[in-house]
């Protein structure tokens, strides 16, 4: 870098600290600083940084960002506090409208190049980042929850194969507990979102079973918890945990175990489950736990299991979305680069991550499996967006208990259905 140029970095530093205050820059760097509230710890922390470090190198800005799995309680605290970061990572679209509607975000008209997101996103991940008619985020990665998780190894010991079908799945898991291990691995901890784990079945399970336009119906509020459908969703949820050894440790295992490393117990050379319920994204702790597993040999995945033949290619999925509290020019800079295929593909080769960007190559997928999940998330026939997700705040954690509640005790359930369809009153009125 040249003098010149250095020289012209330093005075761009010291306007935008007069026109946007010290968040804009490092308070001893000569650069602008982006700050960045999100969820990704770990590998995925580790990613991110990966996935912005070419930024960084082009632009000169610094991207400060701070991971934490309780981020939506951090971020609360600080917007409460007149200290938001400059971008966040908002968990669901319901935090998103929440902020919005709030005036605490700020519009992305002037950050991207919307007609050119057209051409690279699907209309609904872009329409599920707009509130009100104005673009107020865009995805980071997205992932694929309709899976069931293997051990291909573990399977063909046995000469079982996974099912395809939700009366396979019932026969196969009886067979399996006959054979003294518990089919499943169900993880239902996650500090204070505890219970979404099981918000992830029972969405899968209404997609499958009543389809797209219940799901619709229910996840905006207009369904009411106790109708047949979602009743019926429940108790069918009800015939894998509420069923006696169909579980890896029963209700104290569910409620105990974290869910990210809940699918563990799949690998051992004595099997402790042989199938888990979980996102796209559950590879990364895979490897975390085992760095020597190979995807496609020493796991897998099925499709969500079929219950009704006319909703058979209906996916669920979720993604990361970022917004912005502080519209500076370096924090908008980002969120346009990060929309790009260039950045959507760094992470996707790393693993753990699929892009909603149309634009990233398979090739880039760092396995057949993960190459298998990307077009999967293309191919999709119908896509729904994770129902809890899209619920109001209230609504969202009534849900996450109530899977706490019925995973403890499932005879409480016209109870549980009552409780939520009280909260449903309340929250969507």
């Given at each position: 870098?040249?003098?010149?140029?250095?020289?012209?970095?330093?005075?761009?530093a010291?306007?935008?600290?007069?026109?946007?205050?010290?968040?804009?820059?490092?308070?001893?760097?000569?650069?602008?600083?982006?700050?960045?509230?999100?969820?990704?710890?770990?590998?995925e922390?580790?990613?991110?940084?990966?996935?912005?470090?070419?930024?960084?190198q082009?632009?000169?800005?610094?991207?400060?960002?701070?991971?934490?799995?309780?981020s939506?309680?951090?971020?609360?605290?600080?917007?409460d506090?007149g200290t938001?970061?400059?971008l966040?990572?908002?968990s669901?679209p319901?935090?998103?409208?929440?902020?919005?509607?709030?005036?605490?975000?700020?519009?992305?008209?002037?950050?991207?190049?919307?007609?050119g997101?057209?051409?690279?996103?699907?209309?609904?991940?872009?329409r599920?980042g707009?509130?009100?008619?104005k673009?107020?985020?865009?995805?980071?990665?997205?992932?694929?929850?309709s899976?069931?998780?293997?051990?291909?190894k573990a399977?063909?010991?046995?000469?079982?194969?996974?099912?395809?079908?939700?009366d396979?799945?019932?026969?196969?898991?009886?067979q399996?507990a006959?054979?003294?291990?518990?089919?499943?691995?169900?993880?239902?901890?996650?500090?204070?979102?505890?219970?979404?784990?099981?918000?992830?079945w029972?969405?899968?399970?209404?997609?499958?079973?009543?389809?797209?336009d219940?799901y619709?119906?229910?996840?905006?509020g207009?369904?009411?918890?106790?109708?047949?459908?979602?009743?019926?969703?429940?108790?069918?949820?009800?015939?894998?945990?509420?069923?006696?050894?169909?579980?890896?440790?029963?209700?104290?295992?569910?409620?105990?175990?974290?869910?990210?490393?809940?699918?563990?117990?799949?690998?051992?050379?004595?099997?402790?489950?042989y199938?888990?319920h979980?996102a796209?994204?559950?590879?990364?702790?895979?490897?975390?736990?085992?760095p020597?597993?190979?995807?496609?040999e020493?796991?897998?995945?099925?499709?969500?299991?079929?219950?009704d033949?006319?909703?058979?290619?209906?996916?669920?999925?979720?993604?990361?979305?970022?917004?912005?509290?502080?519209?500076?020019p370096a924090?908008?800079q980002?969120?346009?680069y990060?929309t790009t295929?260039?950045?959507?593909?760094?992470?996707?080769?790393r693993?753990?991550?699929l892009s909603p960007?149309?634009?990233?190559?398979?090739?880039?997928?760092p396995?057949?499996l993960?190459?298998r999940?990307g077009?999967?998330l293309v191919d999709?026939?119908?896509?729904?967006?994770?129902?809890?997700?899209?619920?109001?705040?209230?609504?969202?954690?009534?849900?996450?208990?109530?899977v706490?509640?019925?995973?403890?005790?499932?005879?409480?359930?016209?109870?549980?259905?009552?409780?939520l369809?009280?909260v449903?009153?309340?929250?969507?009125?």
């Open positions: 870098m040249s003098g010149a140029d250095r020289w012209a970095r330093a005075c761009l010291l306007l935008l600290v007069a026109l946007f205050g010290p968040t804009a820059c490092s308070s001893g760097g000569s650069g602008p600083v982006v700050h960045v509230l999100g969820t990704w710890t770990g590998s922390r580790d990613s991110f940084r990966a996935m912005v470090a070419p930024f960084e082009r632009t000169g800005i610094r991207v400060d960002y701070q991971g934490s799995r309780d939506d309680t951090v971020l609360a605290d600080r917007v506090n938001p970061p400059d966040a990572v908002l669901s319901g935090k998103l409208v929440q902020y919005a509607r709030a005036g605490r975000l700020a519009p992305l008209d002037n950050a991207l190049d919307l007609p997101m057209a051409a690279q996103y699907g209309a609904s991940w872009v599920l707009a509130v009100d008619g673009q107020y985020a865009v995805f980071v990665k997205a992932s694929v929850k899976l069931i998780w293997y051990s291909p399977l063909a010991a046995h000469g079982w194969t996974p099912p395809g079908s939700w396979q799945l019932n026969t196969l898991d009886r399996i006959g054979a003294g291990v518990p089919p499943w691995c169900v993880g239902l901890e996650s500090s204070s979102a505890s219970g979404w784990p099981g918000t992830d029972l969405e899968d399970i209404v997609l499958a079973q009543s389809g797209p219940v619709d119906q229910w996840a905006s207009a369904l009411a918890w106790n109708s047949p459908a979602i009743k019926r969703a429940w108790q069918t949820w009800g015939d894998v945990v509420a069923a006696k050894g169909l579980v890896r440790g029963d209700s104290r295992g569910m409620l105990l175990t974290d869910f990210a490393g809940s699918g563990n117990s799949l690998f051992g050379r004595q099997p402790g489950c199938f888990e979980a796209s994204f559950i590879t990364d702790y895979y490897q975390q736990g085992d020597q597993l190979k995807a496609g020493d796991y897998d995945f099925a499709r969500f299991p079929t219950i033949e006319g909703f058979k290619d209906t996916e669920e999925v979720a993604g990361d979305l970022l917004g912005m509290f502080h519209a500076t924090a908008q980002l969120v346009a990060l295929p260039e950045a959507q593909q760094i992470w996707v080769a693993g753990g991550a960007n149309r634009q990233v190559p398979t090739t880039v997928y396995d057949s993960s190459r999940l077009q999967l999709a026939r119908a896509v729904r967006f994770d129902a809890s997700d899209l619920m109001p705040d209230a609504m969202q954690s009534a849900f996450y208990r109530a706490l509640a019925y995973a403890n005790d499932p005879s409480q359930l016209d109870t549980l259905l009552t409780d369809d009280r449903r009153a309340t929250v969507y009125a």
